[in-house]
């Protein structure tokens, strides 16, 4: 194994310092000084003879302790022994270390200027990664891990954030900044991350599957690849080339639709397994046929003919490396665009390689054709309409899905394809949006000939506030900040032009009588400046052109009731208020017509109650007609309330009892059988005089009156009396005193419209202030208290809010418990 020179420099300082510290250290333990004149004995002790007589000062190595005074030492090239106490270690601390401590300092400049080269060599290698491709998982991966060097800023293209990243790594703040680059990461699904830093969309793998699908019409080839390849002997290649293409090993349907006329082969496609592809060098791991194959591919794509490749992508990825190469012989951009063009007819996935290539070789490019051709690349509607890339990025917006339906110009197309498709349940429903639509677009050519009397236009206006976002938002100089830039310039000519159709969107709203509305505030204000230069404008054209909203049909009008159920209440009370006695028809028709487009409203069976109550006056058939038709559907409806008529109602609608037992029976009837239509023809007879047949035998009776004569004028009279009291016997009914809770209709706490009585509002503040929570036998004390019974109390209530609330109740049952629903709660205070 071969190590780095730097490594094995560093291997050898880091030996050369422990030999030289281990050196030292024995110098400094075995060698001593005498501190008088001493004798070196033959043995320890002074019985021993003495071999020689070592002078003051003279220096002895120590060889070995033989206890704790005598020592064996050596002198010159005599070895004996000596006495401990006279001998001095000698002293050589401060040389050591200082030599230490200069070593030492030595050590820790190298090791700083290794790590400063080794974050270096990663910020290089990430930058010239981030050029060719970036990916978010690998961006979320550095960010979150190394963002305390800023790696993330070279891998985005922000190299000079990353410079000061490292220069200030020893603070927490890079590791902040990185945390927060990481949230955001994490934020941003795939194809946003994509179009800010990868210079537009790149689809995804099954983007891609559902993007070819839709472009074939007759599908050349179905391509099956063999789950195992073919083994070839390959050894492992790594290219100095950073440029990493990843050919996906799905079996896929890689046909295309192409202007191109198909040719056959002259030859068989020899099958090359997917692999990632890293320069044109991985020709010279192919084998003998796959390398003649190439060329005759090459040769037929140079002369623009259409090979079909059957599949076998890595021929195409080696071509498109092949390309940029010779472009670097003949610097022919217009030639090298039209050959990436075929390419991507042949094998659609070098599309987006290309671009970004094409892109990279114009930014270093000074001509005037590059520099138009690079802003024309800037725009993904250039890239798609001229087959640089497969992404339509107007799929989805309202131009491209209403140009047919509606008949729309390539103006009013491009209107409204500058946002991408608002989702709200009420632009859902079709017909509010193409009402929507047609209003936006009338709104935008009035805006427009009103800005032309001030010599500009709606156009000139979105540029000049894209060109004004820089003085709010700081955009980094660095390799991406040209996407940045672009990026931000399309947000805010989205913004602008999503902001008049939600205005529009709003007056429909409320056109329709849909309460709910959605914010229209711009996304940048510019401090104001928006409005005064557009947003007061539009303001006003969308209030002086309300009366030409289309008016919705039944179609829409079932869809609009369906989401708001108290939404017949505005035509009904308009149906009170103009009804007259005469032209009570009038009231009738409007009543079916409410019927009919609010077959999907779950509370559809108030209409006729309310119907039912307020005809009983004017007239009594009709009214229980109604009331039968609010039986009919309160039985559909999730939960049978079968609520009564009122007394007072009951009273003004039957006169006798055979009238109220008849209508009971019909009533009993309709609900057992769910037969309306048997029961709307039965209620019509009710006030129908019933007449019984008596035959009288002429005979008889001239008997009877010849045997009681005395007594006929009596019996008469009697006879008379009674039929007198017969046609005068109404129904007694005692008026029944209906309790009623007093409403307070001058509340402060509660919104206008609202009626609050202050038992009421005193039971809401009891809820409100235990958390929004309270037990029902609190409630049953609360109205007992007050005289009333509890489920009264509670109903008063909601019916009192539920205008307010789309027909949702206030108070709600939750167990043993009543709660309210905080957001319903601020809904209807002031």
């Given amino acids: 194994m071969q190590l780095l020179p730097s490594l094995k420099d560093t291997i050898k300082y880091v030996s050369t310092l422990i030999l030289l510290a281990f050196s030292l250290n024995i110098f400094a333990t075995d060698y001593y ?20 007589v070592i002078a003051k000062g003279d220096t002895v190595q120590l060889i070995d302790k033989t206890g704790n005074y005598w020592v064996r030492i050596q002198y010159h090239d005599k070895i004996g022994y000596s006495s401990k106490q006279f001998l001095q270690k000698i ?9 230490e401590n200069l070593e030492r300092n030595e050590s820790d400049s190298f090791s700083i200027l290794i790590g400063i080269i080794i974050l270096i060599v990663i910020a290089i290698i990430l930058t010239k990664s981030g050029k060719k491709h970036r990916n978010i998982s690998l961006a979320r991966f550095v960010s979150f891990f190394f963002g305390t060097f800023g790696f993330q800023k070279f891998y985005l293209g922000q190299t000079k954030k990353g410079i000061l990243s490292i220069m200030f790594c020893w603070t927490f703040i890079p590791s902040f900044i990185g945390l927060i680059d990481f949230i955001k990461l994490i934020s941003i699904n795939e194809e946003s991350f994509n179009i800010k830093f990868n210079g537009g969309y790149i689809p995804t793998k099954k983007t891609i599957i559902k993007t070819q699908k839709n472009r074939v019409n ?10 195992t390849p073919i083994t070839q002997n390959k050894q492992e290649y790594r290219s100095s080339d950073q440029s990493i293409i990843d050919i996906n090993s799905e079996n896929l349907d890689l046909t295309i639709e192409h202007s191109v006329p198909k040719k056959e082969n002259s030859t068989e496609v020899p099958y090359w397994s997917h692999s990632y592809v890293y320069s044109f060098d991985e020709l010279d791991y192919a084998t003998k046929a796959q390398r003649k194959f190439y060329f005759y591919f090459k040769n037929k794509v140079l002369n623009n003919e259409f090979v079909d490749i059957q599949g076998n992508t890595n021929y195409a990825f080696i071509l498109y490396f092949d390309l940029l190469n010779e472009y670097e012989n003949h610097r022919d951009i217009k030639l090298l665009e039209n050959q990436f063009k075929f390419l991507g007819q042949i094998c659609p996935k070098t599309k987006s390689y290309s671009l970004m290539s094409i892109q990279d070789l114009l930014r270093k490019r000074t001509d005037s054709y590059s520099i138009d051709k690079l802003n024309n690349l800037q725009d993904p509607n250039y890239r798609f309409e001229n087959d640089y890339s497969d992404y339509d990025p107007d799929a989805y917006k309202l131009g491209k899905q209403y140009k047919n339906k509606l008949g729309l110009n390539k103006q009013e197309v491009a209107w409204l394809n500058k946002f991408w498709n608002p989702s709200n349940v009420f632009i859902s429903i079709e017909g ?5 639509i047609k209003q936006y677009l009338l ?13 500009t236009s709606v156009a000139k206006e979105v540029d000049y506030f894209k060109e004004k976002i820089f003085e709010i938002k700081e955009i980094a100089d660095s390799y991406w900040g040209v996407y940045d830039k672009s990026y931000l310039k399309q947000r805010v000519e989205s913004e602008i032009y999503l902001t008049i159709f939600k205005r529009v969107e709003n007056s429909v709203r409320e056109f329709y009588g849909h309460k709910r509305k959605v914010g229209s505030l711009p996304y940048y ?3 104001g400046e928006f409005e005064t230069r557009i947003g007061n404008y539009v303001n006003e054209l969308v209030f002086n052109h309300q009366d030409e909203i289309v008016q919705p049909d039944t179609e829409t009008q079932v869809q609009l009731n369906a989401q708001n159920v108290n939404r017949w209440k505005i035509e009904f009370n308009n149906l009170k208020n103009s009804f007259q006695k005469e032209d009570k028809i009038k009231f009738i028709d409007g009543v079916i017509s409410l019927e009919k487009v609010n077959q ?30 609010y039986i009919h559907y309160d039985l559909k409806s999730k939960k049978f309330d079968n609520k009564e008529l009122t007394k007072t109602v009951q009273k003004s609608l039957f006169k006798t009892d055979d009238q109220i037992n008849d209508f009971k029976r019909i009533i009993a009837e309709l609900i057992e059988t769910s037969d309306i239509q048997k029961a709307l023809d039965e209620i019509a007879k009710i006030y129908i005089p019933k007449r019984k047949k008596i035959k009288l035998d002429k005979a008889e009776i001239k008997k009877v009156e010849q045997k009681y004569d005395g007594t006929v004028e009596l019996l008469s009279e009697y006879l008379d009396t009674e039929n007198e009291e017969t046609n005068q016997t109404n129904l007694e009914n005692e008026e029944i005193e209906i309790l009623t809770i007093p409403n307070n209709t001058n509340s402060t706490i509660f919104i206008p419209g609202i009626s609050i009585g202050k038992i009421q509002e005193e039971l809401i503040n009891m809820i409100v202030s235990n958390s929004f929570e309270i037990h029902q036998n609190e409630v049953d004390k609360f109205a007992t208290e007050n005289g009333l019974f509890k489920n009264q109390l509670i109903d008063s209530i909601n019916e009192a809010c539920e205008e307010y609330l789309e027909g949702e109740a206030l108070i709600e049952e939750d167990d043993e418990n009543y709660i309210i629903e905080e957001s319903y709660y601020k809904e209807i205070i002031v």
Avoid: M, W
């Avoid at 002293?91 to 030599?99: A, L, T």
């Avoid at 509010?432 to 929507?436: N, S």
């Fill in 33 to 52: 000084i005498t501190t008088s004149d001493l004798n070196l004995r033959s043995g320890a002790g002074k019985n021993y003879k003495s071999l020689v």
């Fill in 432 to 436: 509010c949006c193409i009402a929507t």
């Fill in 600 to 629: 999907k409203n779950p509370n559809i069976e108030n209409i006729f109650y309310e119907a039912s109550k307020f005809t009983s006056k004017y007239d009594k058939v009709q009214s229980l007609k109604y009331y039968a038709k």
């Fill in 525 to 527: 204000d510019f401090n």
């Fill in 218 to 227: 007759q599908p050349l080839r179905q391509i099956n690849i063999p789950p």
């Fill in 91 to 99: 002293q050589i601390h401060e040389v050591v270390q200082n030599e």
């Fill in 443 to 455: 709104i935008v050519k009035n805006l427009n000939k009103k800005l032309r009397i001030q010599n």
